[in-house]
């Protein structure tokens, strides 16, 4: 009986196995059983079998795919390789990026606190720079300040980048964008430098002495001195040239000065407020907003298109009325414009400006100017000349330049330069004519060269290298006479030969010192900004020129100005001034 009560478990059991492996319909019955400890067993034998075959079945396929990655390219391979690419890429960027930023930093530091300087010694020769223009401010720049007692005159006491001033006449960039304080320059040098705003009025070359004069509103009790010197550059520039031709000093604009291109900001906004006034006939209208341009250099060329740009991307969306009336014209005496760019880029303008609706009037010479209207001369088809009048609102007068009064009574004063007409006469080491300690750079000074902003620094330049040098050769030829003369009482043959051996070196040293040679301009190219977003380059490539035009070319022109600009300062400046225009639009309120 005990076995038989032992061996019922057990059937049932197997039953129960059997019928939960056999089919599904008493599996409800074999459940409901109580479960044993071998059911259990069976059950984890079971799970365990099929957890090592799906195992195996997974070492199988990942076997067979490896196999497959060794026999053929996997393309998550190359992906992989891709991605490093472009991940160093990545990482190189942001390393650029970074340096870049800490530079920037690190020169704005720079610019904000500067060390303090030494006091210059009186014992030394006092250096006049007159001027604070392209010429002089790349004088001072590169000039070791311990060597002179240096003192800079002018008027203006800050340094102007002309290249983008008719950018400011149409807001595309402030004014302050592209100034620079002499002092925050000056602040910077070694050796302190003495400035004095004010106008040089006379230079008294047989005293040896310049007059100045305060032309500022406030005045003290002292307006006017004078302040010697014993060496003298003069960098004073050029005035507009009117050849002469009545009204136009009394009704036209200039673009050479920050004034100026603010003066011309407001008489753009003038003419067209005052052409959509209350009942303003039609050909007034038409007269008011007839902006003309005297000069088809780069300065008139540059001012025309920055104005096309003002009126089609932000005038005619906020003052509609003048969409109809508003129109360009460029006058030019010559066959064309841009003379000093070759045939193709001058070409190229031409046809950019006609897709600009910009009128070029080439061969019109300009003979009166009314408040109104200018007289001028033109050349038909036929060869003849005519005259005829062109009504105008604005007037901008960007032709020549023009001698200084300074500039003229110097010139009389000295023998040598009776003959120059155009500026001062200087050598091929920038001396003036007649005079053995008188530099003249810049548009004062007539070198053979165009008076450009690239002639004249590099003219400073030059001048900072020589004066470095003269001061080198004073100082090696002053030890040479103390060490001759400490030659002669030596006490032995010994330590004459010792100071032999000195005057032998200093010698070598002089003779590299003196290697110098005279000025010798390199030009690096020319630039002008076309409208549209388009500009004209004209760059020395090897041994010959680069021409080209276009989008590229503008961008280039920026990046190029860009670069040029005296300060981290200007540089921050002049391209949150791009970006704001882009982003926002030029302003077109009045002031």
């Not at 109104?372 to 005519?386: C, R, V, W």
């Not at 050598?427 to 005079?435: A, C, F, H, I, P």
């Not at 002089?510 to 005279?518: E, T």
């Not at 021409?547 to 040029?564: D, H, N």
Request: proline share 4%; hydrophobic share 35%.
């Amino acid at each position: 009986m005990a076995s038989q009560a032992a061996a019922r478990p057990l059937a049932q059991v197997t039953a129960s196995i059997g019928l939960k492996q056999g089919g599904g319909a008493l599996r409800s019955f074999s459940t409901a059983q109580r479960t044993s400890p071998f059911q259990h067993a069976r059950s984890n034998a079971i799970r365990a079998a099929k957890n090592a075959q799906q195992q195996s079945v997974r070492l199988d396929r990942q076997q067979l795919r490896r196999g497959y990655a060794d026999a053929l390219p996997s393309k998550q391979q190359v992906k992989k390789k891709g991605a490093g690419f472009f991940r160093w890429t990545w990482r190189i960027t942001y390393v650029s990026l970074i340096g870049g930023l800490i530079y920037t930093g690190y020169n704005i530091y720079q610019d904000r606190w500067p060390e303090e300087q030494h006091q210059p010694d009186p014992n030394k020769k006092t250096l006049v720079v007159l001027g604070t223009g392209w010429g002089s401010v790349s004088l001072l720049k590169k000039l070791d300040t311990e060597n002179y007692n240096v003192v800079v005159i002018s008027p203006r006491n800050y340094f102007l980048f002309t290249p983008l001033l008719p950018s400011c006449t149409t807001g595309t960039i402030e004014h302050r964008s592209i100034m620079e304080p002499i002092r925050n320059f000056l602040r910077h040098k070694h050796t302190s430098v003495k400035y004095y705003e004010a106008e040089a009025t006379k230079i008294d070359y047989e005293k040896r002495v310049v007059y100045i004069s305060d032309d500022s509103e406030i005045k003290g009790t002292v307006s006017s001195n004078e302040v010697p010197f014993d060496m003298l550059v003069v960098g004073v520039g050029a005035e507009n040239a009117t050849f002469g031709i009545p009204g136009v000093r009394e009704n036209s604009c200039f673009l050479k000065e920050v004034g100026d291109a603010q003066k011309i900001r407001k008489r753009i906004m003038d003419c067209c407020e005052t052409a959509t006034f209350k009942d303003q006939s039609p050909e007034e209208r038409k007269r008011l907003l007839h902006m003309v341009v005297v000069g088809g250099g780069p300065t008139g060329v540059e001012f025309a298109g920055e104005l096309q740009d003002f009126f089609e991307q932000d005038l005619k969306k906020w003052i509609p009325e003048i969409q109809d009336n508003f129109h360009v014209t460029l006058v030019e005496a010559l066959p064309s414009v841009l003379p000093m760019f070759s045939k193709s880029l001058i070409d190229y303008t031409e046809k950019t400006f006609k897709e600009e609706t910009i009128e070029i009037r080439t061969k019109t010479m300009v003979k009166n100017v009314t408040p109104t209207y200018i007289e001028a001369e033109f050349t038909d088809p036929s060869g003849k000349k005519q005259m005829e009048k062109i009504p105008y609102g604005l007037l901008v007068w960007a032709t020549g330049n023009a001698l200084r009064p300074l500039v003229k009574d110097l010139i009389n004063q000295i023998p040598a330069q009776k003959d120059s007409r155009r500026g001062l006469a200087v050598n091929e080491y920038l001396v003036v004519k007649g005079t053995d300690n008188v530099w003249a750079v810049g548009d004062c000074a007539v070198a053979n060269y165009a008076p450009t902003a690239q002639v004249a620094s590099q003219e400073g330049a030059f001048l900072a290298r020589l004066f470095n040098q003269m001061a080198k050769t004073e100082e090696i030829e002053g030890k040479l006479s103390a060490l001759s003369e400490e030659q002669g009482k030596a006490p032995n043959q010994e330590a004459r030969d010792k100071i032999f051996g000195e005057i032998k070196d200093l010698q070598k040293r002089l003779r590299r010192v003196k290697q110098m040679g005279p000025f010798e301009y390199s030009h690096q190219g020319s630039l002008a900004y076309i409208g549209s977003e388009k500009a004209v380059a004209d760059i020395s490539w090897l041994t010959g020129n680069l021409a080209s035009g276009g989008q590229l070319t503008y961008l280039f022109w920026r990046s190029a100005y860009l670069s040029m600009c005296f300060s981290t300062r200007n540089r921050v400046l002049v391209i949150m001034d791009w970006l704001k225009s882009y982003i926002f639009g030029r302003d077109v309120s009045r002031e």
